[in-house]
């Protein structure tokens, strides 16, 4: 499987920006829980928000509320929509799927829970 995030750059404080991540090669895109995580300079990579295969949604405290994640799976591709963004929301942004047979329970929040990682899009937020 291999992932592919798409949509970072530099936006104002106060504006939106969405996020895509695509899923190719040998993949059951469907059967996928997918993630957003997020990794500023000098910090650890940090959970932003999820979505099961049954299109559960999860987020992280600091973007519930502003962020929106969804999933089409005719497409292979999740979204994260970004609004009322912020300085501190500057990072590198990566995609993630986590491919085995068990659902999310409260494991959606850490790095390990995923088997499959994109190469991260990098947001810059001004203020």
């Known amino acids: 499987v291999q992932l592919q995030a798409f949509g970072g750059g530099l936006v104002q404080a106060g504006g939106s920006r969405r996020l895509s991540c695509t899923a190719s090669?040998?993949?059951?895109?469907?059967?996928?829980?997918m993630g957003w995580f997020r990794q500023a300079p000098g910090k650890e990579r940090e959970f932003v928000a999820a979505?099961?295969?049954?299109?559960?949604?999860y987020y992280a405290d600091s973007v519930k509320g502003r962020f929106t994640i969804s999933r089409d799976n005719g497409k292979n591709t999740v979204y994260l929509e970004m609004n009322s963004l912020k300085p501190e929301d500057t990072a590198v942004y990566y995609c993630?799927?986590?491919?085995?047979?068990?659902?999310?329970?409260?494991?959606?929040?850490?790095?390990?829970?995923?088997?499959?990682w994109g190469q991260g899009t990098q947001v810059t937020v001004s203020s």
């Open positions: 979505i099961s295969r049954s299109s559960i949604t």
């Open positions: 993630a799927a986590a491919t085995s047979a068990t659902s999310f329970r409260s494991d959606y929040v850490y790095t390990r829970r995923y088997n499959y």
């Open positions: 090669g040998r993949t059951s895109f469907s059967t996928y829980g």
